[in-house]
């Protein structure tokens, strides 16, 4: 039967306020990483062994064999032993947060620094230990915090870190060469999500440990939980800047015993003096103003120490040890909301719950949205990922999480080679969510859009593709998306096939000018003023294939037809001359009616007005009557005329046309006297 006594667990929170310049971890550049390493060398562990050190601490010994060499006395073959903070003897355990673990037969590249005889430990702690994994392609990989996929903090310049996976054989080649004093650039940067690395996925329905600092003894690994999910804490010291010291801690507990589902109770007894940071001794006591020194140094802004016992209580179906005692220390210069931030998760941790993105082997929730985070901004809200640890531990097990679920799917298009598609999802779930666009069929995670990972994408494919997306949340699983094909067409650009033509016009009269294209529709059209490849004068509204226009004096046209693809086509240039107006023929004067000798000859004529050109058209027979034309010219002569008859005439122009009457020709016969001798 195991015995656990008194099992310490110590937390420790790196904190950034949005105010502030420090970091979870100040994470330097690779490269200064090698420089400030004593040995760098690719090992495989051995085994492992815990043991108390002359000053009542534990430490773990890995030993390891020396696979490679490449930086200071660790040649390739030689044995040397890894020691880190933390571990288990007997019934008593101490675990570090920071320090990395190592398993039998795990291989990894560390950067080391001396502690002793062929003794070395990681500098920086998990900074220090690169992990080999596969790709999706089988292709060596070295990457950090293995486990998480992360590494949580700023780098030296204030920006939030982003950690990345190297290509193992790259990496290797530039530790080499800045060992040796080179300066390489920093080529092996792989895309994260082509790693093929395993990260812990979001689930709603999961037991309470998932949630928990893990305590490990032989074989059992739970989490720390006080039984009823109440303790009494006092305070030592103030903070200074905080005038409320009692207002603000009640503003951290409430935090947490306001968590919906839940039965959390932390209480406050006030203030108290003496007690000693760490101890045992069934004070929960919460040190302030304390110095940038000993558990504070550096980084590190908050600890909580968590003492438990070997006794276990239950909830929701989850075996738990015993919480017995819980301190906090907070260092000085923080107040505030960023002050009552800390605190709340510094209370966190003393309610038994891990760093939302430090989840430990085994464990599957994971988000960096949560008060629980390892980095934290200046707001002490529960986020979805808290309330459930709280309602998992210390209530109902009810999630107060929406899993993530698709509402509208991305749908499929056509586009025209060149052109771009807009791809796009609906999502519901408790926020924030997350997005990330692949290449191919959903569920195929080999080609990750780099960049896309926003609700929507803009594409622009030379052929025909596939998309999908994946959408996280803050629980459940994620999901993924229908797949979305955008077709690429074969695509023929503009041609014009028939050009407008020039044309004649008086004032005030249109004209109408068209032209023919061809090419992939549709095509679009824009008219304009002047000559051909003049853009300056553009027709409002001219954007079909024909027009009509009336212009006052003679202008020029021409049309710009656009296609789906290929450039747009100009055609030639369609002159539309204005003439002046137009007035109609009329007649003023014609031949009157008489009489006329037989076989005489008659000039007929007429005068009329009207825009030139006129043109005349003389018919025999009564007026309107144009089956026998007799002349066309403005005077003609007829004859000789033997009997009687009628003409008339019509003058004609562009504008119109004039009509005379009835010219009324009679014919007299004339008697011969005979003559007498």
């Known amino acids: 039967m195991m015995s656990l006594h008194s099992a310490r667990i110590a937390s420790l929170l790196f904190f950034v306020p949005l105010a502030l310049s420090g970091a979870t971890y100040l994470v330097p550049p690779d490269a200064d990483l090698v420089r400030q390493a004593e040995t760098i060398a690719v090992v495989t562990i051995q085994s492992s062994h815990s043991h108390f050190t002359g000053e009542g601490a534990i430490v773990t010994d890995y030993p390891a064999v020396v696979e490679r060499g490449l930086k200071g006395v660790a040649a390739a073959g030689s044995s040397i032993i890894i020691r880190q903070a933390g571990g288990v003897v007997g019934d008593v355990g101490l675990a570090v947060s920071g320090q990395p673990s190592f398993q039998p037969g795990e291989r990894a590249l560390l950067m080391l620094r001396q502690v002793g005889e062929w003794r070395f ?6 900074l220090g230990k690169f992990s080999f994994v596969l790709d999706a392609a089988s292709r060596p990989l070295l990457v950090r915090g293995a486990t998480t996929g992360e590494i949580f903090g700023w780098d030296v310049a204030g920006r939030r870190h982003s950690e990345g996976s ?20 920093a080529g092996y940067f792989v895309e994260a999500a082509a790693a093929g690395i395993r990260r812990a996925t979001p689930d709603s329905h999961v037991p309470g440990n998932d949630y928990m600092m893990l305590f490990e003894a032989g074989s059992i690994r739970r989490g720390s939980r006080w039984p009823t999910g109440s303790f009494t804490t006092e305070s030592v010291g103030t903070q200074s800047g905080v005038s409320n010291l009692a207002g603000s801690i009640g503003t951290a507990r409430g935090v947490w015993n306001g968590a919906p589902n839940a039965s959390i109770s932390i209480g406050y007894a006030g203030p108290t003096s003496g007690g000693t940071y760490g101890e045992n001794d069934g004070r929960n006591l919460m040190f302030f103003d304390q110095p940038d020194s000993g558990p504070l140094a550096g980084s590190v802004v908050g600890q909580a120490t968590v003492w438990a016992s070997s006794a276990t209580n239950t909830n929701g179906g989850d075996t738990y040890f015993t919480t017995v005692d819980c301190d906090i220390i907070v260092e000085s210069g923080f107040t505030g909301t960023t002050f009552e931030a800390i605190l709340a998760h510094e209370l966190g941790h003393c309610l038994g719950f891990r760093h ?14 949560a008060l629980m985070n390892a980095s934290v901004a200046s707001n002490y809200a529960l986020r979805a990922w808290d309330q459930d640890a709280a309602s998992h531990v210390y209530g109902s097990g009810a999630s107060s999480c929406t899993p993530p679920s698709i509402t509208t799917q991305p749908q499929s298009a056509t586009i025209q080679a060149g052109q771009t598609a807009t791809l796009s999802v609906g999502a519901a779930g408790t926020a924030p969510l997350s997005y990330q666009w692949y290449v191919g069929s959903s569920g195929d995670t080999s080609r990750p859009i780099s960049g896309a990972t926003s609700s929507s994408i803009t594409v622009a494919p030379t052929t025909t593709t596939d998309f999908w997306v994946r959408v996280s949340g803050q629980c459940g699983t994620p999901v993924n998306s229908a797949t979305a094909r955008v077709t690429v067409a074969t695509c023929t650009p503009p041609s014009i096939t028939s050009q407008p033509q020039s044309t004649t016009i008086q004032a005030g009269q249109t004209a109408t000018l068209s032209v023919a294209a061809s090419g992939t529709a549709p095509l679009s059209y ?39 693809c290929g450039t747009p086509v100009n055609s030639a240039t369609a002159t539309v001359t204005v003439t002046a107006a137009c007035a109609g023929p009329a007649i003023t004067s014609t031949t009157p009616s008489q ?3 037989a076989g005489s000859l008659l000039t007929l004529t007429l005068t009329a007005s009207g825009t030139a050109p006129l043109q005349y058209a003389w018919f025999e027979g009564p007026a309107g009557d144009t089956s026998r034309l007799a002349g ?14 009628r003409y008339w005439v019509r003058v004609t122009n562009a504008c119109g046309e004039a009509r005379s009457g009835s010219i009324e020709i009679t014919v007299a016969n004339v008697r011969r006297r005979a003559v007498r001798r």
């Open 121 to 126: 430990t990681t500098i920086a702690g998990e």
């Open 166 to 185: 190297r290509d193992a054989a790259a990496f290797l080649r530039y530790i080499e060469e800045v060992a040796a004093g080179g300066r390489p650039p």
């Open 356 to 369: 939302s993105n430090e989840p430990q082997t085994g464990q599957v929730t994971f988000t960096t949205d």
């Open 526 to 564: 824009q008219w304009y003023v002047g000559s051909s490849g003049d853009t300056s004068r553009p027709l409002d509204g001219a954007v079909s294939t024909g027009i009509v226009v009336a212009p006052a004096v003679t202008t020029s046209f021409w049309v710009r037809v656009s296609g789906q």
């Open 595 to 597: 009489t006329i000798r």
């Open 632 to 645: 066309s010219s403005a005077s003609i002569t007829v004859g000789p005329l033997l009997r009687s008859t």
